[in-house]
């Protein structure tokens, strides 16, 4: 008997929609038939491209009720005659349920496919073939989004035990667990968010632009949830140029219990003697003005005037290239852009920026390395924001110190760049140096 598990759902609402990180959701609920028409029905748990897992619920052949737990992970990539493909592979799984039969589970293949000169992929198709032979393959039934409020506990349980840690963290996602308690931030304190983008240059600027209000809602949205104030410094279109860079990091007054937050998003490069580990900011909106002193910044002089304002705890982030001048990295392929919006741990948030003090400076690539984007944002940036939102999760059982951010921010890069995920792109590993204490 087949397995259908519906990883790819998330795939095709977000690459077909173009999903923004503050539309997308955490949970996606599937029904599903094999070749003999057994139902299924699936619960998808997504994190990332790299991670996710799905919950899938199925009676045997004796009506005995079986849940089953597969792991998946996704890759992308094109065939000869420039079609594109998107392939999530299921791996490691694992009953939930009693089974003294000790029946199997065979992980299917999940694939769907997009002409040369279409824009929105073909409908999704499930194949337990190794070999992906089109002659084996059957279509979805059908996939929705699953919105935390409307989930019920009863609903939860089909996929859950109720002694699961899983099952507590999702309880507390869907508004379920009347113990959640939104701690008291101090007072007075604000966050500043300083974002420098490119938004106007013709090769990534669409991609800037995405980053640019990701960045801003997200943010927004933490200053809120802290109950704190919110500043933001936005620097794009006709305004990108060194001047008003520094013009703007000069007028930065902030309090001695704030949060100052910049964040890079363009070209970048390095000069042929230059010695520092951190990129120089290509501050040009076009390729024809000349690459010189008064059309760049250092990231590390960023993170130097910044240090010196006095804020109890400071960001600095840079998405672009540490390379040669005028190499620009850009990619077509999709994949799983998407973060979780889901109910963040407020405790968690806290604790990163309220009770923490320090600096951090992080660039997506070291020296000699490309940062890649696709139209969708930076990977640098979609994967810090993904970081940031798992590690201040109910789902996250581990640490979320910032260096745990940052290292995290830097695998899931360096995933997305990743032959995988990305024929054509060569592997960004960061650079960064993390200074905060708790």
């Known amino acids: 008997m087949r397995r259908h598990i519906l990883s790819l759902l998330m795939v095709i ?5 173009l999903q923004t990180v503050a539309d997308s959701q955490i949970l996606y609920k599937v029904n599903f038939h094999d070749k003999n028409y057994g139902a299924y029905e699936g619960l998808l748990v997504y994190f990332n491209e790299s991670s996710s897992y799905m919950r899938i619920a ?48 065979n992980p299917d293949y999940f694939i769907w496919r997009k002409g040369v000169n279409e824009i929105n992929w073909k409908q999704p198709y499930t194949s337990d073939d190794p070999k992906l032979d089109v002659k084996n393959e059957i279509p979805v039934d059908s996939f929705y989004q699953v919105n935390p409020n409307t989930v019920s506990e009863t609903f939860l349980r089909r996929f859950f035990w109720d002694n699961e840690s899983e099952f507590f963290a999702l309880k507390k996602i869907c508004g379920l667990d009347n113990s959640v308690v939104t701690p008291v931030t101090v007072p007075g304190a604000k966050l500043h968010l300083v974002v420098v983008a490119n938004t106007l240059i013709g090769d990534i600027g669409p991609s800037c632009t995405s980053d640019r209000d990701k960045l801003d ?25 060194k001047t008003t860079v520094q013009s703007t ?14 964040v890079y998003r363009g070209h970048g490069f390095r000069w042929s003697n230059q010695t520092d580990s951190y990129p120089m900011m290509d501050l040009r909106t076009s390729n024809y003005i000349n690459i010189e002193a008064k059309t760049s910044l250092g990231l590390s002089e960023v993170y ?16 672009c290239c540490n390379n040669n001048v005028g190499i620009n990295q850009v990619t077509s392929f999709s994949f799983l852009n998407s973060q979780a919006d889901n109910k963040p741990d407020v405790t968690k948030l806290k604790s990163l920026f309220m009770t923490s003090r320090g600096t951090l400076i992080s660039a997506a690539a070291r020296a000699g390395e ?3 984007a696709n139209p969708f944002g930076g990977f640098y940036t979609l994967s810090f924001l993904q970081a940031m939102k798992e590690k201040i999760s109910y789902m996250n059982n581990s640490s979320y110190s910032w260096n745990d951010i940052i290292t995290y921010t830097t695998k899931l890069a360096k995933d997305k760049s990743s032959p995988a995920l ?6 960004q590993t960061g650079v960064s140096y993390v200074n905060v204490t708790y």
């Open 249 to 262: 990091l000069n007028g930065l007054k902030p309090g001695t219990n704030d949060i100052l937050v910049f």
């Open 58 to 105: 199925y009676y045997s052949a004796d009506n005995k009720y079986n849940v089953v737990n597969v792991d998946y992970k996704s890759s992308t990539g094109s065939y000869s005659d420039g079609s594109s493909y998107f392939y999530m592979s299921g791996s490691n799984p694992k009953f939930i349920t009693e089974n003294p039969g000790k029946q199997t589970y």
């Open 217 to 241: 809602y997200e943010f927004k949205s933490i200053a809120e949830a802290l109950g704190v104030g919110y500043a933001k410094y936005i620097v794009d279109g006709n305004n990108f140029n």
């Open 304 to 319: 130097n005037t910044l240090k010196s304002k006095g804020a109890r705890l400071n960001l600095v982030l840079a998405d």
């Open 13 to 17: 609402s977000f690459v077909c929609s």
């Open 370 to 372: 490309y940062s890649w």
């Open 422 to 427: 990305c024929s054509n792109c060569t592997l």
